[in-house]
T-cell receptor
Framework: DAGVTQSPTHLIKTRGQQVTLRCSPKSGHDTVSWYQQALGQGPQFIFQYYEEEERQRGNFPDRFSGHQFPNYSSELNVNALLLGDSALYLC?????????????FGEGSRLTVL | QKEVEQDPGPLSVPEGAIVSLNCTYSNSAFQYFMWYRQYSRKGPELLMYTYSSGNKEDGRFTAQVDKSSKYISLFIRDSQPSDSATYLCAMHKGNTPLVFGKGTRLSVIA
């Protein structure tokens, strides 16, 4: 049983560019959440998708957007990249009816903005 | 004041020691408390989960929640070098996103 898979694992972009990160949730999970983890910090919630709609959103600007597909996979898009967007981007999945916050994380996509 | 405070360490202990990791929080509405373990260059993995106050034990790991003090702890008995990782506390109040601490980096020296 595959867990949460993310791609790409590493990428380097320059300021002002756009990036798309991809996530496939754990089998049987229909809810996908995205987190940003800066170096030496805990993960910060970006947004959550359920039934192809953004269900909750954290304190991130509109440059951060997402999408969920009918097969529950998800994308995170970041426009007009800033140096401060350099971080590990984590995707986490959970069953939609589970309210306990038990998330299964992927290994992340490490974004470096130069 | 941040919602969740966690000493980032680093914490270095000899193999076999008892490790105590702690977090404090300010939001009394938090009901679900977790500890995640994150190895270097990996995603976090759920280690322990506790609902409301009390203790929970799983092998060498014990999680404690004291809601009156807004304080949670993770104890690791007979620590092993393989326990070397960053430990993240996380919590939420139900149907809301997880709020994480900064994480405590632990090294267990053989």
């Amino acid at each position: 049983d595959a867990g949460v898979t993310q791609s790409p694992t590493h990428l380097i972009k320059t300021r002002g560019q756009q990036v798309t990160l991809r996530c496939s949730p754990k089998s049987g999970h229909d809810t996908v959440s995205w987190y940003q983890q800066a170096l030496g910090q805990g993960p910060q919630f970006i947004f959550q998708y359920y039934e192809e709609e953004e269900r909750q959103r954290g304190n991130f600007p509109d440059r951060f957007s997402g999408h969920q597909f009918p097969n529950y996979s998800s994308e995170l898009n970041v426009n007009a990249l800033l140096l401060g967007d350099s971080a590990l981007y984590l995707c986490a999945s959970s069953p939609g009816n589970l309210d306990t916050g038990e998330l299964f994380f992927g290994e992340g996509s490490r974004l470096t903005v130069l | 004041q941040k919602e969740v405070e966690q000493d980032p360490g680093p914490l270095s202990v000899p193999e076999g020691a008892i490790v105590s990791l702690n977090c404090t929080y300010s939001n009394s509405a938090f009901q679900y408390f977790m500890w995640y373990r994150q190895y270097s260059r990996k995603g976090p993995e759920l280690l322990m989960y506790t609902y409301s106050s009390g203790n929970k034990e799983d092998g060498r790991f014990t999680a404690q929640v004291d809601k009156s003090s807004k304080y949670i702890s993770l104890f690791i008995r007979d620590s092993q070098p393989s326990d070397s990782a960053t430990y993240l506390c996380a919590m939420h109040k139900g149907n809301t996103p997880l709020v994480f601490g900064k994480g405590t980096r632990l090294s267990v020296i053989a």
